[in-house]
């Protein structure tokens, strides 16, 4: 039996069937509220609000699925193009597809994208983006004999779909633990920027999420199209809607009713700051008015409209620092690879383009870092007509000045299948940390060296660096 079948059954013996999503169910502002009390009993500082040059935001783009990042970028050195078309087989792309990259830490190795991606190919060769190889979930460095022997720990349910993305948003590999998550720690701990205590510090445009959990913050859920969704039919005054301004009145003054009952007191304070969270947003967001930028009418573009007004109106808000969640699923291609990761791969190149072009529009582009994640990467090897589940892939990070763009980090892989990473059957062993990875990106974010540790426990195990230094560079501090 092969080393990479006997360590995929004894994983599989510890993993859960099926794939984490983000419930719907907190795409209403009611609901976000009624689950987020304990977000609402912490008390905000009451700060000034400065311009654009206080402000950041981070923007995490969830790939859900299992994105098959070797087919986003590849090398077209000759040597590495001819092993990575032996690897792949039928799933290779031609090296006259690929989009050339100007890739300024290259090592003498070339490197191209998938032909669909052509804003973010445009991105990167300005030094507005940036990869990172081979990056995945683990608990401490690892070498190839170590995992086939067993001597060193592991991520729990390798090659799960409910494990991996669980563990890709709470940065806790070694358990199952779907209560907090890192996005929500963050904002625990610097929640006191924000002057605005009715809307958190975390906007999710796919509802519920495990990343934006923390232990006194839960997600604010909008939705992409509508922006937040109040109490249905509440309206203040409409003349061709009588029944309703009667109804709201009516809710109003059940709200401002003084209650004694502790129980119904604790309630209705929820549904009043729900109440009142949502007219300050649909106001905001409306006092915004339309940006130049055209975006194309689907879920992930329609997403990062909606981000980019929400950031517009931060003053109104009273936002210093704000972190949005986009799930993008659908990238679980064990069939049918090439033809829907074209089409995938297109979406997501088009949504992030225009998003830069917004953020440049509201003078933000310095002020926000979008970053992807997926659960895991996927087979080198073709199972016929697409891939199975695997461990390390490649990410991207987009930004302004504040980015190291056009450039590579980590160590990208020999794609030759019995290559010094490869565990067998074309998955690769990551050499970058998600640990690394989220680290840095909160530290750009405001996050004290000292409070890393806390929020990414296995980290010291990868990075043992002051505050002045970074755990891999992509971003600069």
Not at 6 to 25: H, N, V, Y
Not at 431 to 449: H, P
Request: charged share 15%.
């Amino acid at each position: 039996m092969s080393n990479t079948m006997k360590i995929k059954q004894k994983l599989s013996r510890r993993s859960f069937l099926g794939q984490a999503s983000c419930a719907a169910l907190g795409s209403s502002t009611l609901f976000s509220s009624l689950v987020s009390l304990k977000a609402l009993n912490a008390a905000v500082a009451q700060s000034g609000f400065g311009g654009s040059e206080d402000y950041k935001a981070l923007v995490c783009v969830l790939l859900s699925g299992g994105h098959d990042s070797f087919n986003m970028l590849v090398p077209t050195s000759t040597m590495e193009y001819g092993e990575y078309t032996a690897s792949r087989s039928n799933l290779a792309l031609g090296r006259d597809e690929l989009l050339a990259l100007n890739v300024q830490n290259s090592d003498g190795r070339s490197f191209g994208l998938h032909p669909a991606m052509t804003d973010v190919q445009r991105l990167f060769n300005e030094g507005r983006l940036a990869f990172l190889a081979n990056v995945g979930t683990l608990i401490q460095p690892s070498t190839r004999q170590q995992v086939w022997d067993e001597e060193v720990a592991l991520p729990l349910g390798l090659f799960s779909h409910s494990d991996q993305i669980m563990q890709w948003q709470t940065a806790l590999p070694q358990q199952r633990s779907a209560s907090l998550g890192w996005g929500g720690k963050i904002a625990d701990l610097i929640r006191d920027q924000n002057s605005n205590q009715n809307i958190s510090m975390n906007v999710s445009l796919s509802g519920t999420n495990v990343f934006q959990t923390g232990q006194n913050t839960i997600e604010y859920a909008i939705d992409p199209y509508n922006g937040s969704i109040g109490i249905d039919g509440y309206v203040k005054e409409d003349m061709y809607d009588i029944f309703n301004v009667m109804r709201t009145k009516a809710i109003d003054n059940l709200l401002d009713y003084e209650y004694q009952d502790i129980f119904k007191k604790t309630y209705i304070d929820i549904i009043r700051t729900s109440r009142d969270g949502h007219l300050l947003f649909d106001g905001a967001i409306k006092n915004v008015g339309e940006l130049a930028t055209a975006f194309s009418d689907n879920y992930i573009s329609q997403s990062f409209k909606m981000i980019a007004h929400t950031m517009a109106a931060r003053e109104e808000l009273g936002m210093k620092r704000q972190i949005f969640f986009v799930d993008y699923g659908g990238w679980d291609h064990h069939d049918e690879l090439l033809n829907n990761q074209f089409g995938m791969l297109n979406v997501l190149s088009t949504a992030l383009g225009e998003f830069d072009h917004a953020l440049s529009e509201i003078g933000l582009s310095d002020c926000v870092t979008t970053f992807s994640i997926s659960e895991f990467g996927r087979t080198l090897t073709s199972n016929g007509n697409g891939t199975d589940h695997a461990w390390g892939g490649n990410v991207l990070v987009m930004g302004g000045n504040h980015i190291n763009g056009g450039r590579i980090y980590g160590e990208y892989p020999v794609l030759a299948l019995g290559s010094a990473l490869e565990l067998g059957g074309g998955v690769f062993l990551p050499t970058t940390s998600t640990d690394e990875y989220f680290a840095e990106i909160a530290k750009w974010f405001g996050v004290s060296g000292s409070d890393l540790n806390a929020i990414f426990p296995n980290l010291q195990n990868f990075y043992s660096g002051g505050d002045q230094s970074l755990p891999i560079g992509f971003l600069k501090i």
